[in-house]
């Protein structure tokens, strides 16, 4: 469709917790605004915005997805982009990515039971941008729906200011319609999902409530704003001009959050949901500009409007296997137009941009140009990822985007067919470019390849796009723990090799004392040979087997980290010494010297901070005990308790899992290294006797 300006295009983020009928809303208005001639289902696999195969496989939203509807508001035409976000917390970043590029939410909740985790987090992400929120409640065609006590509901847990703009005409089963309260009129459907409606006058038996509801929200609008305050107590009431503009300031404001309510499933309430988003969400114009810094990441407003520089962020990567890559865009400034040249600053480099398109899921549709505020995609750009800002290059500056999140959970992936490798690295790394909260790479001292995410999940189905995609099967096991080995006590080691064995000998001899340093990361070689005992040129091969021999561990085959070594006397033979005899003479020294050190194994501790609430605190820090954590302290922010301890990573491989069952969802966890600390004598000594045992069967 073709725009003039930002005045005609609204951008909704549709958020809120799974299985609130998000994406069936989505395909209902999709019908409703005549993009399809038919309702299409989660059930069915055909939504537009669940066209991930694992999204049909597994019936759920997992990445964002964007579609758009015409609609008009009898005048003008407009253009509402519509983001369906994914609603498990898992996916979180995915959401606030979503978010990040409208310009309002649309925070879905089951009318049966309006609290569910995943919306409190969508309003906390919404509050933390500033964003409007309009509240939607679902699944209205459901038995024993309360209406009031779901609207008191939203009040106690989001906002004092969580009122109804529409009311339900009839309730269960007979669910057909709402009353829209700023213009007093009824939207009555048929039940046959096309969600245009018949709009005629409310019923009679519902003009008490009306007047009730409408009065608490003019009340509400009027307190909003100082003139219409005063205009309020003059007149006694606000007239239609005065209610409309100063509700919809109201709301871009945030001093007031609008509730509206449908059954998709039957396409009710559809065509009233869309007339009170054109007439009461914010344009991109009349929304505050997105957040910039520039190249020197000072904060700028940018500049809008006609003949801005171009400005657009990266809100999205698609990586489909027919359609190939395509970047999803939202204008933030500016025209931008297809093929042009445009500017990453990021990258300090050009970035071409081709074809603009209109997107409906995955299927793009050719446009000239995307207007300021629009929200399309763009296929195969060169260099940029999600997150990276396109602009003019006269005008290079970086709009704000969430940072993923620390993964929370590691796994270690092992191809199933050997030679593999290769193929899961090109693959892995397309996946991390769709989902930038997903954290891949070699662990330099396991050599295990880890792919670490928000949960078990989010690795899982990375695992099967993996399989899905590019062939490629892995096996997924909990990562190796990086222990180390170290010394607790000075000691002399003595090495000494030699060997007759017809022609020319080996023969080479050493003596080292190894001391302890404090941290495994230190390590010292010192020369402390008077004279040529042995010769300069043998002293480096005595360091090089005894550092190789360090490396291969000498109580369960880690590396030993944190010693100083004093080379201090030796003997040498002038035909039969070489490097290589004084190389096993330096490991030879090593081990004897081990043997009397006081070796012991190290682990990595983490630090946990874990954020839950006071009702769950008890059973939280009982578990952190058993899994031998440390408390450090807790923190109150917001609603939220922050739980703070130190507990060894051996102990944390599958804690996402536990925590989510201990505290149904509602807590969430973010772990980074600590430093090393030695095991606990018991558990060394489990230890040593495994790695014996697999070194045996190896
Ligand atoms: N009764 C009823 N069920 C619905 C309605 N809308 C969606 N559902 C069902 O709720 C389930 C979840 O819907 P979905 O759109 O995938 O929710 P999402 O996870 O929020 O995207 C599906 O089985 C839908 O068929 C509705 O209006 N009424
Ligand atoms: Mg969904």
């Known amino acids: 469709m073709q725009l003039e300006s930002s005045d005609q295009i609204r951008n909704l983020a549709v958020v809120g917790h799974n299985d609130t009928g998000k994406t069936t809303l989505l395909a209902g208005l999709l019908y409703t605004g005549g993009v399809f001639n038919r309702q299409n289902r989660v059930e069915d696999g055909n939504t537009v915005t669940d066209f991930d195969d694992e999204e049909i496989r597994r019936g759920i939203s997992i990445g964002l997805a964007v579609c758009y509807t015409p609609w008009s508001d009898g005048s003008d035409e407009h253009k509402l982009n519509l983001i369906d976000c994914p609603g498990s917390g898992i996916f979180v970043h995915e959401t606030s990515s979503g978010m990040r590029a409208a310009d309002a939410a649309l925070l879905c909740l089951n009318a049966a039971s309006p609290t569910q985790v995943m919306a409190e987090k969508a309003w906390e992400i919404a509050a933390g941008i500033d964003q409007p929120v309009m509240l939607h409640l ?8 309360d209406f009031e006590g779901c609207i008191a509901e939203l009040q106690q847990n989001f906002d004092r200011m969580a009122l109804p703009v529409q009311i339900p005409i009839g309730d269960g089963k007979d669910f057909i319609g709402v009353v829209d309260l700023v213009s007093r009129k009824a939207y ?14 409310p019923p009679a038996e519902l003009e008490g409530q009306i007047d009730e509801w409408r009065g608490k929200l003019t009340e509400a609008v009027a307190e909003s704003d100082d003139d219409l305050m005063e205009a309020y107590f003059d007149q006694g009431d606000l007239d239609q001009d005065q209610l409309v503009e100063g509700l919809k300031n109201a709301i871009r404001n945030r001093a007031l959050f609008p509730v509206t309510m449908s059954s998709a499933g039957h396409g009710i309430g559809n065509s009233a949901l869309l007339d009170a988003v054109v007439k009461l969400l914010p344009s991109p114009a009349g929304s505050r500009p997105m957040p910039a810094t520039d190249i020197g990441g000072e904060p700028v407003e940018i500049e809008r409007g006609d003949g801005a520089p171009v400005s657009a962020i990266v ?6 296997p027919f359609t190939g890559r395509i970047s999803l865009l939202r204008v933030a400034a500016g025209r931008m137009t297809s093929d042009t040249s445009y500017w990453n600053a990021r990258r300090e480099g ?7 398109m209109h997107m409906q899921g995955k299927t793009g549709q050719d446009v000239p140009q995307l207007v300021e505020g629009d929200i399309g995609g763009v296929a195969k750009l060169k260099s940029s990822v999600t997150g990276d800002s ?6 290079p500056l970086h709009l704000g985007f969430p940072d993923p999140p620390v993964a929370a959970i590691s796994f270690a992936i092992e191809p199933k067919t050997k030679g593999d490798e290769e193929k899961i690295g090109e693959a892995v790394l397309r996946l991390v470019e769709e989902d930038p909260s997903l954290r891949a790479g070699r662990d330099p001292q396991t050599g295990e390849f880890l792919l670490s995410g928000a949960g078990q999940l989010h690795v899982e189905i990375a695992v099967s796009k993996l399989k899905a995609r590019s062939k490629v099967e892995v096996i997924l096991h909990p990562p190796k723990v990086p222990y180390r080995e170290a010394i607790r006590r000075p000691a002399v080691g003595h090495g000494r090799h030699k060997k007759q064995s017809g022609g020319r000998g080996q023969f080479a001899d050493c003596t080292i004392t190894m001391e302890p340093v404090a941290t495994p990361e230190d390590y010292e070689f010192v020369d402390e040979i008077f004279g040529g005992s042995i010769p300069q040129n043998y002293r480096p091969a005595v360091e090089k087997g005894l550092l190789e021999a360090a490396a291969r561990g000498y109580l369960a085959g880690y590396p030993v980290g944190n010693f100083r070594v004093r080379l201090q006397d030796g003997k040498y033979h002038d035909v039969d010494s070489s490097e290589m005899a004084f190389k096993v003479a330096g490991s030879l020294a090593f081990k004897d010297a081990m043997a009397k050190a006081a070796p012991t194994l190290l682990e990595p501790v983490m630090q946990v901070d874990i954020s839950t609430t006071e009702d769950f605190m008890g059973d939280i820090m009982s578990d952190l005990s058993s899994r ?16 703070k301890a130190t507990v060894p990573m051996a102990e944390m491989l599958t804690y996402a899992p536990a925590l989510r069952s201990m505290t149904q969802g509602r807590s969430s966890f973010t772990m980074t290294f600590s430093h090393y600390e030695e095991v606990p004598r018991q558990i060394q000594e489990k230890i040593i ?7 045996e069967e190896s």
């Open 138 to 145: 679902t699944k209205m065609d459901r038995e024993n729906i």
């Open 188 to 201: 009555v459907y048929d039940r046959d999902g096309a969600g245009r409606s018949k709009v005629s006058a």
């Open 315 to 320: 809100f999205k990567t698609l990586n489909d």
């Open 350 to 356: 050009a970035e071409r941009v081709g074809h603009l």
């Open 390 to 395: 396109i602009t003019s290059r006269e005008r």
């Open 628 to 643: 031998r954590g440390r408390p450090q302290g807790m923190e109150a922010k917001g609603n939220a308790q922050i739980v």
């Open 689 to 695: 006797a495994e790695a014996k045992r697999a070194d």
